[in-house]
């Protein structure tokens, strides 16, 4: 079970911090993302953070505006996310990084929470 | 990037047909790496199939997967009442990891 929160409306260049509650599994035997949804559009992956926190990866997108990190103990994953712009607008989700034998996949998904960039 | 291209964008259908789905990818992908995912209206996505043509568990044996190379396909067999929703490819052969533009699947 995943549970994101600390979306809202905030104005262009402010900052948000989304969380990502995690439980009914061992939260830091896995590899977390996030993702986002526009408004209308298809899914865009933003982050990924390994295991342990030591290895992240952004899309060119958020790079030096957002931030992932997490906290095994709490089982929660965190985005901040600065200088934020109108096409940040978008449904965030959290997702679980299933590292197959071959591949990964996306098993588990949060709700989402909505962020509005806008004056 | 590996840009993923689906088609149709959206179909209209009714229960008990069968339909199919497309994504397409700009370079190679190795089978291990290509998924799908439904979305119903207003929830998040869930996983359908992973590595191509393994279906995840509790998914109904009416959904498979196909595919090789830059070509691959999500048919469901008899479509029902639960499956109008917009199912997404996604890659995650190449860094980072990208989704196809969706397919939404309608009551004709």
């Known amino acids: 079970h995943l549970v994101e929160s600390g979306g809202g409306l905030v104005k262009p260049g402010g900052s948000l911090r989304l969380s990502c509650a995690a439980s009914?599994?061992?939260?830091?035997?896995?590899?977390m993302t996030w993702i986002r949804q526009a408004p209308g559009k298809g899914l865009q992956w933003l982050s990924y953070?390994?295991?342990?926190?030591?290895?992240?990866y952004y899309a060119d997108s958020v790079r030096g505006r957002f931030t992932v990190s997490r906290d095994n103990a709490r089982k929660s994953m965190y985005l901040q996310m600065n200088s934020l712009r109108a096409d940040d607008t978008a449904i965030y989700y959290c997702a679980r990084d299933q590292v197959l034998p071959a591949g990964d996949a996306f098993d588990l998904w949060g709700q989402g929470t909505v962020v509005t960039v806008s004056s | 990037d590996i840009q993923m291209t689906q088609s149709p964008s959206s179909l209209s259908a009714s229960v008990g047909d069968s339909v199919t789905i497309t994504c397409r990818a700009t370079q190679t992908i190795n089978t291990q790496y290509l998924n799908w995912y439904q979305q119903r209206p207003g929830k998040a996505p869930k996983l359908l199939i992973y590595?191509?043509?393994t279906l995840q568990s509790g998914v109904p044996s009416r959904f498979s997967g196909s595919g090789s190379g830059t070509d691959f396909t999500l048919t469901i067999s008899s479509l029902q009442p639960d499956d109008f929703a917009t199912y997404h490819c996604q890659q995650s052969y190449g860094n980072p990891p990208t989704f196809g533009g969706g397919t939404k699947v309608e009551v004709k």
């Open positions: 590595a191509t043509d």
């Open positions: 009914g599994f061992n939260f830091g035997d896995y590899y």
């Open positions: 953070i390994s295991r342990n926190g030591d290895t992240i």
